[in-house]
C-alpha cells in the first residue's frame, strides 16, 4: 500500500493546508433522548413507516454521545488537523424558548477536549435536523425560523466563542430545502416545488441573518458556509442536452451559491419557472449576500443528464463506469471543473475548503481488518484532483474526509459504509480501515 499521496500533489508541502475528518450530529450521536435533547425531524421522519430503509433511527448511531472522548483520539491517532461536526440544535433548544445548558455544556466539552489534542474544531450549526417543535410551526416554509436560527447561532457563538476556529451556518441547504420539502426524499418528507424553493430562500436568509451576531460572538473565527454540489454533464453533444445540464446546474448549484456572491438568484431559473420563485422581502438579498470568510464544497459525484419528458432534465445512468456501493459514478475530474468553473464564474469567490468527500464502500471487517480499496482509491484520485484545481489557481486552503467512521446514512439508514473507520454498531467497536491507515502514514510525512 502506498503512503505517499498522489503523485505531483503539492498538498503535503504546504504548511497552511488543513486535513480533517468530518460527521454530524445526528448520524453518530445516538442518545437521542437523553441530555435535554427534543426531538428533531429526523426522528419523526425515522418513525414514519417506509421512510427509511429498513426502518432505521438514529438510535444508537454510533453512541459518540457518550463515546466522544474515545472517538476524539481516534482523529488524533489518525493525525488530522481537524474536526469537522455539527451541532445539534435539538440540544440547545426547548419548546419553551429557553435554552438547553446539558446541550451546550456538552459541546463546550467536546470543543475543550479538541483544544487539548490541538485539533482544529470546525463546527456547522445545522445539519438538518431542525427541532419538530418548529417544524410544527412551518419549518422552514416559514419566515419565522430563519430568526428562530439566528437566536440559536447566538446561543452558541456566545457559548463556544474563538475556541472554534470555523463556523459553518449551514449544512447542504439544497439538501434540507430540496430533498426535506421539494421531493420527499429527506425530513419533512413534503413534495411541492415551490415550497422547496421557499425554503431554500429561507435558509439562506436564515444563514445571513444570523453572521453578523457569530462575529460579533467569535471575531477571530473563520465564519461561512456549505453547500453540496453535483455537477451536471450533457449525456451528448446535442443542443437539447447541453442547454438540460446548462439548467441543472442553474438550479441545483449557481441556485444556492450564487445569492451568496452576487445577491441575485440565477436568472435562468426565474425565468423558466417564474411561479416557483420564492417570496421575497425588500433588503433579503443584502442580508443573504454577506461576506463569506470561506465556502465549503461537498462532493462526491457527477450527473449526466438530458431533457425529461415531464421535467427540464433527467439524470441518465451511464453505463461501464466505475461506481461506489451506494451507486455514484466515481468521476474525480467533476471535482478538478467544478471548483475552476466556480472562480472562472464569480470574482468574490472566497477560499475553499472541500468539507465532504468520500465513498461508500461497504467491505467488512476480516480477521481484524478492512481492506476498503475502492474508497482508498476513491480518495486518492480526488485529493489529486484537488490538487490539479489548485493548481489552475483555486484558492484551496483544506481538505475533510467524509466519514471519520461509518454511520447512519438518513434515508438509506445503516447500509451504507462511508467512514474510514468501521463501527460494529451491537459492540461499538472501532475498527480502522485500510483507508484510515493510508491517511494516517501519508500524514505522519508532514512532520
Avoid at 93 to 119: C, K
Wanted: hydrophobic content about 40%; glycine content about 8%.
Amino acid at each position: 500500500m502506498s503512503n505517499s499521496i498522489p503523485k505531483g500533489s503539492t498538498l503535503l508541502r504546504r504548511n497552511d493546508f488543513l486535513f480533517g475528518v468530518a460527521t454530524a450530529s445526528f448520524q453518530i450521536e445516538g442518545a437521542t433522548d437523553l441530555g435535554g435533547r427534543v426531538p428533531s425531524i429526523w426522528d419523526t421522519f425515522c418513525a414514519t413507516p417506509g421512510k427509511v430503509l429498513g426502518g432505521d433511527t438514529g438510535m444508537p448511531a454510533c453512541d459518540h454521545f457518550h463515546r466522544w472522548q474515545q472517538d476524539l483520539d481516534l482523529i488524533k491517532s489518525l493525525g488530522f488537523d481537524a474536526y469537522r461536526f455539527s451541532i445539534a440544535w435539538p440540544r440547545i433548544a426547548s419548546e419553551s424558548g429557553g435554552w438547553n445548558q446539558q446541550g451546550l455544556d456538552f459541546y463546550e466539552r467536546l470543543v475543550d477536549g479538541l483544544l487539548e489534542r490541538d485539533i482544529v474544531p470546525m463546527a456547522t450549526l445545522y445539519h438538518w435536523d431542525l427541532p419538530q417543535f418548529l417544524e410544527d410551526r412551518g419549518g422552514w416554509i416559514n419566515r419565522d425560523t430563519s430568526y428562530r436560527f439566528t437566536d440559536y447561532a447566538d446561543q452558541v457563538t456566545r457559548r463556544l466563542g474563538d475556541r472554534v476556529r470555523y463556523y459553518a451556518t449551514l449544512n447542504e441547504p439544497w439538501c434540507s430545502a430540496f430533498l426535506g420539502y421539494r421531493l420527499g426524499i429527506h425530513a419533512p418528507g413534503l413534495k411541492d416545488h415551490q415550497l422547496g424553493f421557499q425554503a431554500a430562500h429561507h435558509l439562506l436568509l436564515a444563514h445571513g441573518l444570523a453572521l453578523p451576531i457569530m462575529r460579533e460572538h467569535a471575531p477571530g473565527a473563520q465564519h461561512g458556509i456549505v453547500l453540496n454540489f453535483t455537477p451536471a454533464y450533457p449525456a451528448t453533444e446535442s443542443a437539447a442536452d447541453v442547454d438540460a445540464a446548462s439548467y441543472s446546474d442553474e438550479e441545483n448549484s449557481h441556485f444556492f451559491l450564487q445569492p451568496l456572491l452576487t445577491g441575485q438568484y440565477p436568472a435562468a431559473v426565474q425565468e423558466r419557472h417564474p411561479e416557483w420563485m420564492p417570496r421575497c422581502y425588500p433588503g433579503d438579498m443584502e442580508i443573504i449576500a454577506q461576506h463569506l470568510d470561506f465556502l465549503g464544497v461537498n462532493f462526491y459525484t457527477r450527473a449526466v443528464v438530458e431533457p425529461g419528458i415531464t421535467e427540464d432534465y433527467q439524470s441518465i445512468k451511464q453505463a461501464d463506469v466505475a461506481r461506489t456501493d451506494i451507486g455514484w459514478e466515481i468521476y474525480p475530474q467533476a471535482l478538478t471543473d467544478l471548483l475552476v468553473g466556480f472562480k472562472e464564474r464569480y470574482k468574490r469567490l472566497p477560499p475553499i475548503y472541500i468539507t465532504e468527500n468520500g465513498a461508500a464502500d461497504n467491505s467488512p471487517v476480516v480477521d481484524g481488518e478492512v481492506s476498503d480499496r475502492l474508497r482508498l482509491n476513491y480518495y486518492q484520485q480526488h485529493l489529486q484532483a484537488v490538487d490539479n484545481a489548485i493548481a489552475a489557481g483555486v484558492d484551496i486552503r483544506g481538505y475533510c474526509a467524509w466519514s471519520l467512521m461509518d454511520n447512519f446514512e438518513w434515508a438509506e439508514g445503516y447500509s451504507q459504509r462511508f467512514g474510514l473507520v468501521h463501527v460494529d454498531y451491537e459492540t461499538q467497536v472501532r475498527t480502522p480501515k485500510m483507508s484510515a491507515n493510508w491517511f494516517r502514514d501519508m500524514l505522519y510525512t508532514r512532520s
